[in-house]
């Protein structure tokens, strides 16, 4: 199946920060979304991508579909105490039958007031 | 408003009981998913329905169950096969199974006593 790494694993930062997270994957997806999970709650989509090269932005969040379809960014910039979480990336391949996304095991965010 | 709905939040059951986890959506999307989470780890599929009555086993199965009789409802039967089942589980809906943004319930945590 498909592998994805996510890193950093964790980040501890200072508010008004910013903040970089990367996905990469071994196979090339047509799709990547990022995801926001606070404790005990159900992951929140807050950017999806759909072309190599898309650049999108969400508030401070702007994330990127990277050029070779196998690596995507998350940006957060002036980072803030709600901005605390896990963030997830998730990937579809491209063509064939396979519909399952992929995701990453996150990035724990910890903001310092 | 629209979206997902998942009962109960919290739920304990005995070693040897099945336990059924509801998971009802009024986005009007065809397709249901069932994911779960456990500590550290991304998102594992359960099983996945694209229509009503056909669903497909994901990646881990095994001791788990589904029904979908109707396009809004997707239930999931945690059964006393299943040998590790105290998790974090996930619903999740989208248009179809090939394309478009995910969209989750807020999740069920089950604990085996």
């Known amino acids: 199946g498909q592998q994805l790494n996510q890193s950093p694993q964790s980040m501890f930062i200072q508010e008004g920060e910013d903040v970089s997270m990367n996905c990469t994957s071994s196979?090339?997806?047509?799709?990547w979304l990022w995801y926001k999970q606070e404790p005990g709650e159900g992951p929140v989509l807050l950017i999806a991508?759909?072309?190599?090269?898309e650049l999108t932005s969400n508030g401070r969040l702007t994330a990127q579909f990277g050029i070779t379809r196998k690596d995507s960014f998350l940006n957060i910039s002036a980072s803030i105490p709600s901005d605390v979480g896990i963030y997830f990336c998730a990937g579809r391949v491209s063509g064939g039958s396979n519909y399952k996304l992929t995701f990453g095991k996150g990035t724990l965010l910890t903001v310092n007031p | 408003d629209g979206g997902i709905t998942q009962s109960p939040k919290y739920l304990f059951r005995k070693e040897g009981q099945n336990v059924t986890l509801s998971c009802e959506q009024n986005?009007?999307?065809?397709?249901m998913y069932w994911y779960r989470q456990d500590p550290g780890q991304g998102l594992r599929l359960i099983y996945y329905?694209?229509?009503?009555?056909?669903?497909q086993k994901g990646d881990i199965a095994e001791g788990y169950s589904v029904s979908r009789e109707k396009k809004e409802s997707f239930p999931l039967t945690v059964t006393s096969a299943q040998k590790n089942p105290t998790a974090f589980y996930l619903c999740?809906?989208?248009?179809?199974?090939?394309?478009?943004?995910?969209?989750f319930g807020e999740g069920s945590r089950l604990t085996v006593l």
């Open positions: 329905s694209q229509i009503v009555n056909d669903f």
């Open positions: 196979s090339i997806f047509n799709t």
């Open positions: 991508l759909y072309k190599a090269g």
């Open positions: 986005l009007n999307h065809d397709a």
């Open positions: 999740a809906s989208s248009t179809s199974g090939t394309t478009g943004e995910l969209f």
